[in-house]
């Protein structure tokens, strides 16, 4: 037996594998000091596994469930309750909206409402990398919100893509009204601005937050050199809607402009994601949405660019294409793998423990193993781009490890279905963040983008010039609004 | 003489019963009861976070409430209610995972070192050295396994931790036993293999 076959064995030695399989692992391991190093964890894990005490329930924890289905209760009997009588009185409803528009009831609570969109301030810490933000530091600043000014929670829309909220209805005692604006401006990187400053609110506050979270990608949308970002807004006001900021002199990306995706564009709200890329050589980038589906692996869906910002939906483009393999080791790319002007489709999998493997879709072709040390733990990020400018796709890797900077590599295809490198590209983030990849000052070589503060709609947006050599320098950053 | 005893599954029907047809509180009151330790140490485990494990234990029961009008009773309740708590957890990962939705990659970030995820255990074993040793030894395994990926994650965890058959697993997990089997065991090797990183200097 050698060490592959007993790996494979090791984790049901001894009680589940046969006695002659037992003998033979038992051999190997007596030659074999790795092994043996391993079938000690192994043995140290069951024995702490079969033997760790169970951790306590916390005391009230069958009463905090029983409260919350209470609340729950309350709520959907509210609302049922305004579905009940409104149908039975909509006549006398239309009639008391009249009155109520013309003589406003004095103590009607809605007077206080104030609507505002919550963007997290994000604190620089140190000098040159990214400022930390993520998604339980802005959960902890709610709570934390809340627990101090007595607020409470009125209302709810909780985002299962994001398992973030889409708003949040706060209802504030008039007391400690002013405690809240205080902790909510301090907090916050935008104000609440009190209609009449300095006066004591009577009665309750409402108050709604909406978060702008968004998915994005880069890409050329229209037909100049310089890449554009196109954002769809998975919560807040502005769900549902896709707009492109484009970008028509090196990274100015303010003006916004709609884009109209042809067909029902609500089929495209589920939890999927996104990627550009020119599948069909018109030089404009496409889209494509993919979601992992339990059953069937990746499924993709196609958007062609047809100019002026519009998209359209088009089952030719590798049509009913699915991956198999499993969800978690697996990502989609985008790239010009072979220099025919067309991006291709590429996918990584993982068929070997530590061997990461990219295939490309509309070639049936293989790269050759790509061997990526540390991603399959690191939370690293993998990008395609053309980095040296030789019109061939080019990877970019970034691994997490947190206490190096030169984290981040390029390897280069070398046009024969396989790649050369790493190279190191000197670029060092930590926090939540987003990381793209385009040509955005329009130069050949594909630069990156890298956005603080996770999918929130704020948060600085950094680009990494490539400086023609596959390092990345710091150039500019921008806000999008 | 015939004694009538009632089995747990017979009780759990009763239960059941009750909530779905009177939405008896009390009853479901005692199905939480019965089943938060198992419920709560697999959230536990798996999230290697006290905090999120009460949010998604708490989440687990509040969706067997809403969904138990669908429980047709062709498994086992216990069986049932673990798919739910599997599946929620799994959504949770899915929540850490979309944090980083628009990057390529989908794993789960490594935890800073001074991370309170890796919380302490009750330990009430003899020896202060070797209670030291077992402490720190439960910390790395811990944190090793809530980075598990998914599915080995939680079949390792009703295996090793909560003593579950593989004939159970494979019925929460809607998996045949081979495979149940086959995950257990790459689940197990990424532990040792993983320990070997920690422990070795």
Redesign the interface.
């Given at each position: 037996m050698n060490c592959k076959e007993t790996?494979?064995y090791?984790?049901?030695y001894p009680d589940?594998v046969s006695p002659a399989i037992r003998k033979e692992l038992e051999n190997h391991l007596q030659q074999c000091p790795e092994c043996r190093?391993?079938a000690e964890?192994?043995r140290?894990?069951?024995s702490?596994?079969?033997t760790?005490?169970?951790?306590?329930?916390?005391v009230d924890?069958?009463s905090?469930?029983?409260q919350?289905?209470e609340a729950?209760k309350r709520l959907a009997n509210r609302r049922h309750f305004v579905w009940k009588a409104g149908l039975a009185v909509s006549s006398v409803a239309a009639i008391l909206l009249i009155v109520f528009i013309l003589f406003k009831p004095v103590n009607n609570p809605w007077d206080n409402a104030i609507e505002v969109s919550y963007i997290p301030k994000i604190e620089k810490k140190g000098k040159g990398s990214a400022p930390l933000a993520?998604?339980q530091t802005i959960d902890a600043r709610i709570k934390h919100l809340i627990s101090e000014t007595g607020a409470s929670i009125e209302k709810s829309e909780n985002n299962?893509?994001?398992?973030y909220y889409d708003y949040l209805i706060l209802a504030v005692p008039g007391s400690t009204f002013s405690q809240f604006v205080e902790e909510f401006n301090h907090q916050s990187a935008i104000q609440i601005e009190l209609p009449e400053p300095g006066i004591e609110k009577k009665g309750t506050v409402y108050i709604q937050l909406s978060f702008d979270l968004i998915?994005?990608?880069p890409g050329k949308f229209d037909k100049d050199p310089y890449a554009d970002l196109l954002v769809q807004f998975i919560s807040g006001r502005n769900k549902g809607k896709w707009m492109i900021y484009p970008n028509h002199d090196s990274s100015h990306f303010s003006r916004q402009h709609p884009a109209v995706i042809a067909g029902d564009e609500s089929n495209y709200r589920g939890?999927f994601?996104m990627?550009s890329g020119d599948f069909n050589g018109d030089s404009l980038d496409d889209l494509c949405l993919y979601h992992f589906n339990l059953n069937m692996g990746l499924e993709t869906h196609f958007l062609m660019n047809e100019g002026d910002f519009r998209f359209r939906e088009d089952p030719g483009i590798f049509s009913n294409l699915t991956i198999p393999g499993?969800?978690?080791?697996?990502?989609?790319?985008s790239g010009d793998s072979d220099g025919d002007g067309r991006d291709d489709l590429l996918w990584?999998s993982e068929p070997e423990k530590g061997v990461f493997k990219l295939t490309v879709v509309n070639l049936d072709t293989s790269f050759s193993k790509l061997v990526l040390p540390d991603?399959?733990?690191?939370?690293?990020?993998?990008?395609t781009g053309d980095f040296n400018n030789d019109h061939y796709m080019d990877i970019c890797v970034k691994y997490?490890k947190?206490y190096l900077r030169e984290n981040t590599e390029i390897f280069h295809n070398t046009h024969d279905f396989a790649f050369e490198g790493p190279f190191f590209a000197g670029l060092s983030f930590q926090g939540?963040y987003?990381?793209?990849s385009d040509d955005f000052d329009g130069d050949g070589f594909d630069d990156l983008l890298v956005k603080s503060g996770?999918?929130f709609l704020s948060g600085a947006w950094n680009i990494m010039r490539n400086n023609r050599q596959g390092k990345f320098i710091f150039w500019k950053q921008f806000e999008l609004r | 003489m015939v004694i009538s005893t009632s089995t747990t599954k017979d009780i759990d029907e009763i239960l059941v019963r009750n909530i779905r047809e009177h939405g008896d509180r009390t009853a479901f009151s005692q199905l939480v009861n019965k089943y938060q330790g198992t419920v709560f140490s697999f959230c536990y485990r798996y999230t290697g976070n006290r905090q999120d494990a009460e949010d998604i234990a708490q989440d687990v029961f509040i969706k067997v409430f809403n969904k138990i009008g669908s429980f047709r009773g062709e498994a086992k309740f216990s069986t049932w209610l673990y798919s739910i708590m599997v599946n929620t957890c799994s959504n949770y990962s899915r929540w850490t995972r979309n944090k980083r939705m628009n990057e390529m990659a989908t794993f789960p970030p490594a935890e800073k070192e001074d991370s309170p995820r890796f919380a302490d255990f009750p330990d009430h074993s003899g020896d202060p050295e070797q209670k030291l040793l077992n402490k720190e030894l439960g910390q790395v395994i811990q944190g090793i396994i809530a980075r598990l990926r998914y599915q080995q994650r939680s079949v390792v965890i009703m295996k090793d931790f909560q003593g579950k058959s593989y004939e159970e697993i494979a019925g929460i997990m809607k998996m045949n036993m081979g495979t149940v089997k086959s995950t257990l065991s790459r689940g197990r090797l990424a532990v040792a293999k993983k320990m070997k990183e920690y422990l070795e200097p």
């Open positions: 790996e494979n090791l984790p049901l589940e190093k391993l964890n192994l140290q894990y069951r702490y596994a079969a760790a005490e169970t951790p306590e329930v916390p924890f069958e905090r469930v029983m919350s289905l729950k993520d998604f299962t893509l994001t398992g998915r994005s990608t939890d994601r990627l499993n969800g978690e080791s697996l990502a989609i790319l990584l991603f399959e733990r690191s939370g690293g990020v993998i990008l997490l947190l939540d987003i990381i793209l996770g999918q | -």
